[in-house]
């Protein structure tokens, strides 16, 4: 199937461990992005990468730190983690602008981190 | 990227249209205007998007006012799987690896 996926769908860890979230998009896109769904149910952009370049890098902490070994992947990883780091994350993927629709984003189905 | 602001909810009956109001008053000339749903538990979903003239595709029509400050997504005849919460965003098209700004959304309701 052609998709954005994630993987884990659910991570339930202790404060203060490290983990990553891996996502894969087979779509042939060169855009990809990371956004955050918090307890209230707000989705925010983290992160964009465009052909493994850093985009936007919305005012998050260090502590996640992206990282894009090549156009199909954008992993996640966050070091110490805070029990506010408890959210839905999603991956998305754009197609490259000469294709049109660039503007147009395609998202995996989420990673639920719990932090206890 | 312009604000937007929608109902925080609202029902609609099966089968009937469901028709899903935004205002963007604020909204420049090169913004367009995107629609995206979320069902419960699932990764937001691209539905359509305009710039001033009426578009309609395989899920839904985009209704822009002639003065482009406001806008309604139609779902021609809901069901119950077009129970999500639904995006309205304001943003210039192509803008390569821009972001998408969520508010909260209308969630839409389809009860039998």
């Known amino acids: 199937d052609t998709a954005v996926s994630q993987t884990p769908k659910y991570l339930v860890t202790q404060m203060g461990n490290d983990k990553s979230i891996k996502c894969e998009q087979n779509?042939?896109?060169?855009?990809m992005y990371w956004y955050k769904q918090d307890s209230k149910k707000f989705l925010k952009i983290m992160f964009s990468?465009?052909?493994?370049?850093?985009?936007i890098n919305e005012t998050v902490p260090n502590r996640f730190s992206p990282k894009s070994p090549d156009k199909a992947h954008l992993n996640l990883h966050i070091n110490s983690l805070e029990l506010g780091d408890s959210a839905v994350y999603f991956c998305?993927?754009?197609?490259?602008?000469?294709?049109?629709?660039?503007?147009?984003?395609?998202f995996g189905p989420g990673t639920r981190l719990t932090v206890l | 990227d312009a604000k937007t602001t929608q109902p925080p909810s609202m029902d609609c009956a099966e089968g009937r249209a469901a028709n899903l109001p935004c205002n963007h008053s604020?909204?420049?000339?090169?913004?367009?205007v995107y629609w995206y749903r979320q069902i419960h538990s699932q990764g937001p979903q691209y539905i359509i998007h305009?710039?001033?003239n009426n578009e309609t595709n395989e899920m839904a029509s985009l209704i822009i006012t002639e003065d482009r400050k406001s806008s309604t997504l139609i779902l021609p005849h809901a069901t119950l799987r077009d129970t999500a919460v639904y995006y309205c965003?304001?943003?210039?098209?192509?803008?390569?690896?821009?972001?998408?700004?969520f508010g909260q959304g209308t969630e839409l309701s389809v009860k039998p």
């Open positions: 998305a993927s754009s197609p490259p602008s000469n294709v049109g629709r660039a503007d147009t984003q395609y």
């Open positions: 779509l042939g896109h060169d855009t």
């Open positions: 990468y465009n052909n493994k370049e850093l985009i």
């Open positions: 604020t909204i420049s000339g090169n913004e367009y």
């Open positions: 305009g710039l001033k």
């Open positions: 965003i304001v943003r210039t098209a192509y803008n390569q690896g821009g972001k998408l700004i």
